[in-house]
C-alpha cells in the first residue's frame, strides 16, 4: 500500500487534487506494475501531469521517512471534475 502525499505548490489544481490507489501487480521477476488514479476536484483543467511518485508503506509512513521506491508518471489529459488512471 501506499500512502500518497501531495506537496504544496502553486499549480492550478494543486491543493484539490489527489492520487489514490497503487495496487502492486507483479508482471514477472523484477516487473512491477502500479496503477493509480488522480483525481482533479477543481474546475481547472489541469492538462497533462508529470508527477515523481514516492511509495511509502503504511500505517505508520511519514512523508519524513524514505520512501521504498519512486517512479515518474505522466497523466495525460486531466480535466475538471475528472479522474484519471
Known sequence: MANPQAAPNSEP???VSRAGGFPPDEKGP???QIR???INH???DL???SL???VRAPPRARS???PMFTFPATVQGVGP???RM
Open 13 to 15: 489544481g494543486g491543493e
Open 30 to 32: 523484477g516487473k512491477l
Open 36 to 38: 493509480f488514479a488522480l
Open 42 to 44: 477543481s474546475d481547472a
Open 47 to 49: 492538462g497533462d501531469i
Open 52 to 54: 515523481l511518485v514516492n
Open 64 to 66: 519524513s521517512d524514505p
Open 81 to 83: 471534475a475528472m479522474s
